[in-house]
């Protein structure tokens, strides 16, 4: 069963705009929500993450957007470059748990 | 150079065949874990550890099997059992079994059954 609900599937922005990829949750025992970024052929690393004492948390051009009543939890990049282009994978977890549950990915493409 | 080191990159396995994936970690993390990733899904866990010589099953565990005999070693054998082994593992670690699940990916093994 797919705990995490991620979308959309795949995104195309233009150079200097926003990209927003969403995830839903169902656990409410999840309350760790990291974002992975993955380049073909490379493992993901770790982008940014949020627990759910905070509604938003930014790093540069990331930001992490946290709705607890909606089970619901956002990374929006400003300023998109060619460079993030990339699949992006949200996940939830258990604070001190080994249950990391991953959404299924966005591949975010940043057309010049 | 610290990190997580996955052997070899590329791996072809003939059917009924058993291969066993390396993964090495000098971060001195206590948390080690293998996840299988297929295309257009999220990574789903085999197997983890949190301790030498102690391992628990994940969602995915059938067909595969571990050990963990020193602190930075933990390799993943897919045996002939796994049908559908075609797919990239991913070794991943986490400083402390008891710290939030703060995961740290190795850069993965691409395995292609012929």
């Known amino acids: 069963q797919q705990q995490v609900k991620q979308s959309p599937q795949s995104l195309i922005v233009q150079k200097g705009g926003i990209s927003i990829i969403n995830c839903a949750y169902e656990?409410?025992?999840?309350?760790?929500f990291p974002w992975y970024q993955q380049f073909p052929g490379k493992g993901p690393a770790l982008l940014i993450a949020i627990r759910p004492d905070v509604s938003e948390k930014k790093e540069g051009r990331f930001t992490i957007s946290f709705n607890k009543s909606a089970k619901q939890f956002s990374l929006h990049i400003m300023d998109s470059q060619p460079g993030d282009s990339a699949t992006y994978f949200c996940?939830?977890?258990?604070?001190?748990?080994?249950?990391?549950?991953f959404g299924a990915g966005t591949r975010l493409t940043v057309k010049p | 150079d610290g990190g997580i080191t996955q052997s070899p990159k590329y791996l072809f396995r003939k059917e009924g065949q058993n291969v066993t994936l390396s993964c090495e970690q000098n971060l001195n993390h206590d948390a080690m874990y293998w996840y299988r990733q297929d295309p257009g899904q999220g990574l789903r866990l085999i197997y983890y550890s949190q301790i030498v010589n102690d391992f628990q099953k994940g969602d995915i565990a059938e067909g595969y099997s571990v050990s963990r005999e020193k602190k930075e070693s933990f390799p993943l054998t897919v045996t002939s059992a796994q049908k559908n082994p075609t797919a990239f593992y991913l070794c991943?670690?986490?400083?402390?079994?008891?710290?939030?699940?703060?995961?740290?990916f190795g850069p993965g093994t691409r395995l292609t059954v012929l």
């Open positions: 656990n409410t025992a999840f309350d760790y």
């Open positions: 991943a670690t986490k400083r402390e079994a008891g710290a939030y699940n703060e995961q740290f």
């Open positions: 996940a939830a977890s258990p604070l001190n748990n080994n249950d990391m549950r």
